[in-house]
């Protein structure tokens, strides 16, 4: 999901790593990978992350590119990843599918023209988190023994659920609606140059004196995943609205308008499937064992993830474990 109107109404500041020194972070997997994907597609050559057998692996070296960012600051990341995803969203999958298939059609046309600046912008538009990708991913995170989380349902909850019951610090995502699943606080921009946001959901519904039931009425209003919203209400008049009416259900009266599943979506994000876990937060990255199954078993151009490997040794070092393989 992604409502980034709601970004009109979150409470956001930026943070200095500093400040964030020695936390977790349960990262949105799904997220975070296709972001470092997409980039590397558009500006590395395929050759670079193409086996010989054809296979695409442009994921390894966005990982080997990305993860630094959390060693240098001291940040332990925990990867959570997707589980089943709701008939609800089914939707929404099928229309970025149907986004997919026109892109790859002027993709196709791009290369019969000899565009290159085209065809890298639309290699970069039709990536696709293939199961290769997600058990390469899964396998090379091990490796470096960053911890995995398996959520039953949406990642972004499982995220949202583990920083309120206190299990890791933060939820890393750049979707603005961790705060519909409750998310206390929420890391942006964790795959930008810079200092990351920082999302505050107490001061979000203080800023608008709202209740969390509230703020997701108004998303509701405005449109999520799991449904189109009403046309004409943005954020601001969303608020307006239910502080006026109460609750969806009278505002929708008001306006004569009808809206599908509002109990449900509601449900989804106040009750989200989510699952208490444990997570170990002394790693101990097999550096070595990494550095091979990238370059020798998936045949990634070295040049490509030295400077990223490099940067994780230095990085261990400088935090004091230095007792990697």
Same mark, same amino acid.
């Given at each position: 999901?992604?409502?980034?109107?709601?970004?009109?109404?979150?409470?956001?500041?930026?943070?200095?790593?500093?400040?964030?020194?020695?936390?977790?972070?349960?990262?949105?997997?799904?997220?975070?990978?296709?972001?470092?994907?997409?980039?590397?597609?558009?500006?590395?050559?395929?050759?670079?992350?193409?086996?010989?057998?054809?296979?695409?692996?442009?994921?390894?070296?966005?990982?080997?590119?990305?993860?630094?960012?959390?060693?240098?600051?001291?940040?332990?990341?925990?990867?959570?990843?997707?589980?089943?995803?709701?008939?609800?969203?089914?939707?929404?999958?099928?229309?970025?599918?149907?986004?997919?298939?026109?892109?790859?059609?002027?993709?196709?046309? +791009?290369?019969?023209?000899?565009? =290159?600046?085209?065809?890298?912008?639309?290699?970069?538009?039709?990536?696709?988190?293939?199961?290769?990708?997600?058990?390469?991913?899964?396998?090379?995170?091990?490796?470096?023994?960053?911890?995995?989380?398996?959520?039953?349902?949406?990642?972004?909850?499982?995220?949202?659920?583990?920083?309120?019951?206190?299990?890791?610090?933060?939820?890393?995502?750049?979707?603005?609606?961790?705060?519909?699943?409750? +998310?206390?606080?929420?890391?942006?921009?964790?795959?930008?140059?810079?200092?990351?946001?920082?999302?505050?959901?107490?001061?979000?519904?203080?800023?608008?004196?709202?209740?969390?039931?509230?703020?997701?009425?108004?998303?509701?209003?405005?449109?999520?995943?799991?449904?189109?919203?009403?046309?004409?209400?943005?954020?601001?008049?969303?608020?307006?609205?239910?502080?006026?009416?109460?609750?969806?259900?009278?505002?929708?009266?008001?306006?004569?308008?009808?809206?599908?599943?509002?109990?449900?979506?509601?449900?989804?994000?106040?009750?989200?499937?989510?699952?208490?876990?444990?997570?170990?937060?002394?790693?101990? =990255?097999?550096?070595?064992?990494?550095?091979?199954?990238?370059?020798?078993?998936?045949?990634?151009?070295?040049?490509?993830?030295?400077?990223?490997?490099?940067?994780?040794?230095?990085?261990?070092?400088?935090?004091?474990?230095?007792?990697?393989?």
């Amino acid at each position: 999901m992604g409502n980034a109107d709601l970004r009109q109404l979150a409470a956001i500041e930026s943070v200095s790593f500093d400040a964030l020194e020695g936390s977790t972070v349960a990262v949105d997997a799904h997220n975070w990978l296709y972001r470092y994907l997409t980039t590397t597609v558009k500006w590395t050559s395929d050759s670079a992350y193409t086996t010989a057998d054809g296979t695409e692996v442009a994921n390894l070296i966005g990982i080997v590119q990305g993860l630094p960012k959390f060693f240098v600051h001291d940040l332990t990341p925990v990867f959570v990843f997707d589980g089943a995803v709701t008939d609800l969203k089914e939707e929404e999958i099928e229309d970025r599918r149907a986004q997919r298939e026109q892109y790859e059609s002027q993709l196709e046309t +791009a290369r019969e023209e000899g565009d =290159p600046v085209a065809v890298a912008r639309l290699e970069s538009r039709t990536q696709r988190l293939t199961d290769t990708i997600l058990s390469t991913t899964r396998e090379l995170l091990t490796l470096l023994d960053v911890p995995i989380v398996e959520a039953p349902s949406e990642g972004e909850s499982q995220c949202a659920h583990m920083a309120r019951t206190g299990t890791v610090d933060y939820a890393g995502t750049e979707d603005y609606d961790a705060l519909l699943f409750g +998310a206390p606080y929420t890391l942006r921009q964790l795959t930008s140059k810079g200092d990351p946001e920082l999302m505050d959901f107490e001061k979000t519904l203080a800023r608008h004196d709202i209740t969390w039931e509230q703020l997701v009425e108004v998303a509701l209003l405005c449109g999520t995943d799991f449904n189109d919203g009403i046309t004409g209400i943005g954020p601001k008049t969303g608020v307006k609205l239910i502080k006026e009416h109460g609750t969806i259900d009278a505002v929708l009266t008001h306006r004569g308008e009808e809206m599908a599943h509002v109990d449900r979506i509601r449900e989804l994000f106040l009750q989200p499937n989510v699952r208490d876990v444990e997570v170990e937060t002394d790693i101990s =990255p097999d550096v070595e064992a990494a550095r091979e199954f990238v370059i020798d078993q998936w045949e990634v151009t070295p040049d490509e993830v030295a400077r990223g490997f490099e940067r994780i040794e230095e990085s261990l070092v400088q935090t004091g474990l230095d007792n990697w393989t």
